[in-house]
């Protein structure tokens, strides 16, 4: 543990999906974390990123987007991480787009006004605004609406305006001792990231044709040396899905099995094995077991 840290504490980072939350908690972190592919709904982990300053450890809880609406299990259950990462946190990030203020906003913004926790604001994309001076009057719209504890515009993607977000959160930090080495930034198992690899280089590769419904379960992973052995399902709704997920001749599964292979082998160091089923198995966003298994529990 690192001696030095004397404040510690935990930040949730929630918005509605595509704010740009997964690309923040890279940017603080300053290495990859979590997935980031143009597709919204894609963070199905509570994923942690963590950064020691100075004698300080902010641990992010990177959470899924709160959903107004919650038709289906999955939606209810990482609805109830989201809420239950900003009701442990110390201090809760709550991400917006610059220029664009949707209902989904407004009902997250509703739901965080009934916890007991500080609530920051980050204004998101300012890079992309098309209209600066509009910047101005949509940041004064938005802090009118609740009590923020702080207002930060910044561009997670151009990496602008970061530090004066983590001056903000620092005081925020309870004295306490450190979590985590100092030098670690994940606390994901090995085998989430191998699952979280093999989904958004899959999500790469057929987002436009198929839904969400996309999950990896790794079922086996073993290491012999410098060589780590990945059996993994890719599980899909619908049977007519298989074709586009595996490809003409198994083009498609094998291109994902490669770019994931590489990645994880960057990762790791040392060779990667890497065995890909489809399998097909209808309503599995409602089904508990696979959502346990998948790290996403219901209870
Ligand atoms: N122009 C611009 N694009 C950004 C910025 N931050 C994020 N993006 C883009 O916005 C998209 C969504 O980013 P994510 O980080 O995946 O968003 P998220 O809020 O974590 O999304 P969910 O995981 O679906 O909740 C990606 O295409 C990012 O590259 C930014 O500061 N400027």
Known sequence: MNESVRHAGLVGVVGRPNVGKSTLVNALVGEKV??????PQTTRHRIMGVLTRDDCQFVFVDTPGIHSEAPRRLNRDMNRLAQDAARDADVVVFV???????????AILDSLKRLDVPVGLVINKVDQAADKSQLLPFIESITARADFRFVVPLSAL?????TPLLDELQQFLPESPAFFPADQHSDQSPRMVA??????????????EVPYAVAVQVQEMEREGQLTRIQAVIWIEKEGQKGIVIGQGGKVLKDVGTAARKELE???GGRVHLDLWVKVRAGWPDDPRILGSLGITSE
């Open 34 to 39: 979590s997935i980031v592919t143009a597709k």
């Open 96 to 106: 917006v787009q610059a220029g664009k203020w949707l209902a989904e906003d407004q």
């Open 158 to 162: 151009k990496l602008t305006n970061l």
């Open 195 to 208: 699952a979280e690899v093999i989904r958004e280089k899959l999500m790469m590769r057929v987002h436009k």
């Open 266 to 268: 960057g990762i790791w």
